[in-house]
């Protein structure tokens, strides 16, 4: 069990890997590619065909590939995708959540760099290539980086508008945001180190002691192990476009209310672990008596207004995005976008509520 502390000096029980706890940092290869999993092997094969077909040279990089709990067919999708062109290392581990198998894998890795991937993703031709140049560029011998590479959702067939809301707006992630500033050495910040791909020097996710195996769903695990790199060792977090993934994940409308409440939930799992981290991502205390309390006059109170928002996505999903031409899209998106921020924060608030609830043993509201 380690010890963090946070910004204010208060302590949460955060269980780590152990710095350098498998080898020193003698590295056999380039890269190691990091890839969680449980319960997708057709996802799972896309990415590892994928990255059977690098342009990078096999002996390059490795593949591994964690299994979050018994095997339920990862290990042969692994293989039969492969093809003998890369061989990955698949290692079936207990069943502890992302960042404990984040962690198993970070012991095992021999790369100079990781890459950390979704299962869920297909990774372009020169995806690993592009992160290997960003993180040995010259400028990285001074100052190393977690770099950022894309991640556009792919584009189905029936596509609606609340897939084109999904891809174009900052529903789920910011990359809209981030694809108009022109400074290749901005540094986004901890906010925006998301590890469906990742990538940062090995030595640096080591010396940090890799993720908190304490948060153990898939919110904020990623967040709370770039806060402590950048506050430990003051990498930044560059996004470079050309390292690009394609995000093979189609959200449903049910599927993202449940995501915005399980991210309240967890996020009362971070503000208990981390607090300092916590405060970073959501610029106030979470967890005090005065959050809980105005989280449930929010919930009540915005009750018609989250309504309408729901309404309106549902709506987009049953909307063609081949019907309305780009321009009128464009504003459509945005005007829904807003209309739904009241339905967004409701779910937030709900799930923090049920969060404290389930830690603190209260009746949490429904």
Known sequence: MTTSYAADGRRGDCKRSRPGRARTDVHCMELSILIPTHGRPEKLGACIAALARQTMDPGDFEVIVGIDGPDRGEAEATARAAGGRIR?????????????????????????????????VVPD????????????????SDRPAMVLGSAPWRVHENDTLFDALV??????????????????ERDWGFRHA???????PTAALRAVGGFCESLRDACYE???MAWRVQRELWLPVLH??????????????DEYMERERRLGRSAWDLATVNPGCAQDVFRR???????????????????????????ALRRLAAIPTRVVDSAERGRLLRSVYELHLPMKRRLWRMGLVEGAGVTNGLHATR
């Not at 960042?99 to 991937?117: D, K, Q, S, V």
């Not at 529903?171 to 694809?179: E, K, Q, V, W």
């Not at 205390?285 to 959050?291: I, L, M, Q, T």
């Open 88 to 120: 990955p290392r698949v290692e079936a581990l207990p069943k502890r959540g992302p960042a404990a198998t984040r962690n198993g894998m970070l012991e095992l890795a021999r790369g100079r760099f990781i890459l950390l991937l979704n299962d869920d």
């Open 125 to 140: 031709a020169d995806c690993a290539a592009a992160h290997v140049r960003a993180q040995a560029a010259p400028a990285r």
């Open 167 to 184: 891809r174009e707006t900052s529903l789920i992630f910011f990359y809209d945001r981030m694809t108009e500033d022109e400074d290749p």
């Open 194 to 200: 998301w590890t469906l791909n990742l990538s940062a």
């Open 222 to 224: 990623d967040l709370e």
């Open 240 to 253: 470079r476009p050309e390292a690009i993934v394609t995000h093979d994940h189609r959200v449903t409308p």
């Open 285 to 311: 205390d979470v967890a005090s008596d005065a959050e809980l309390e105005d989280a449930r006059r929010y919930i009540d109170r915005d009750r018609p207004d989250a309504a309408r928002g729901e309404e």
